[in-house]
């Protein structure tokens, strides 16, 4: 089945230490994307990348760091330098920027 | 600043009733609009789109208008059914990245 997958669905960290989440795609998009939804908030757009090896921040790229060394995969990497790191996040992944995205099921990351 | 507002939390509608979903946005250069359906614990799931060329889109229950002049988008839902029930979110989608608004909880009463 083609689809995007998030792994794991829930994640538990120790205050400052570096988790990465996984996001791969197999749905052949060029754009893939991350967003972090906290209680009460919207999505809030965190780096995208419109194609392989390139990528851009979003609003809230703060403490956070990705590669797109794969058109399938797309990491992210909680750092130790981000202040309130628990939160639901999301990946999602175009055809092009300006088509609509398609989400995984996202992870929850709690860091205690 | 947000530039994509969705300015009411919340909405309680009766089941078969009409649900209108609001959305108010800044940029006039904003060209593409959509709205995406969550539930609690997983992603969003798209549910309609429109181009600033047209002013109305429909899909079933579902029909977005657009007034570019008031730069306001709404969401109708026509009849509502309790398993409408979800977080409303929407986007919009400038250069290539999606911006979304803080949503709108509804809730479709039996």
């Known amino acids: 089945d083609g689809g995007i997958t998030q792994s794991p669905k829930y994640l538990f960290r120790k205050e400052g230490q570096n988790v990465t989440l996984s996001c791969e795609q197999n749905l052949n998009h060029d754009a893939m994307y991350w967003y972090r939804q906290d209680p009460g908030q919207g999505l809030r757009l965190i780096y995208y990348s419109q194609i392989v090896n390139d990528f851009q921040k979003g609003d809230i790229a703060e403490g956070y760091s990705v590669s797109r060394e794969k058109k399938e995969s797309f990491p992210l990497t909680v750092t130790s330098a981000q202040k309130n790191p628990t939160a639901f996040y999301l990946c999602?992944?175009?055809?092009?920027?300006?088509?609509?995205?398609?989400f995984g099921q996202g992870t929850r990351l709690t860091v205690v | 600043d947000q530039q994509v507002k969705q300015n009411s939390p919340s909405l309680s509608v009766q089941e078969g009733r009409i649900s209108i979903l609001n959305c108010d946005y800044t940029?006039?250069?904003?060209?593409?609009f959509l709205w995406y359906k969550k539930y609690p614990a997983e992603g969003p799931t798209f549910l309609i789109s429109i181009s600033s060329i047209k002013d109305k889109n429909e899909d079933g229950r579902f029909t977005v208008f657009l007034n570019k002049s008031a730069k306001h988008l709404s969401l109708h839902i026509v009849p509502s059914q309790p398993g409408d029930s979800a977080v409303y979110f929407c986007a919009a989608n400038p250069s290539s990245k999606l911006i979304f608004g803080q949503g709108t909880t509804l809730q479709v009463k039996p």
């Open positions: 999602a992944s175009s055809l092009q920027g300006d088509t609509e995205a398609f």
């Open positions: 940029n006039s250069m904003f060209d593409y």
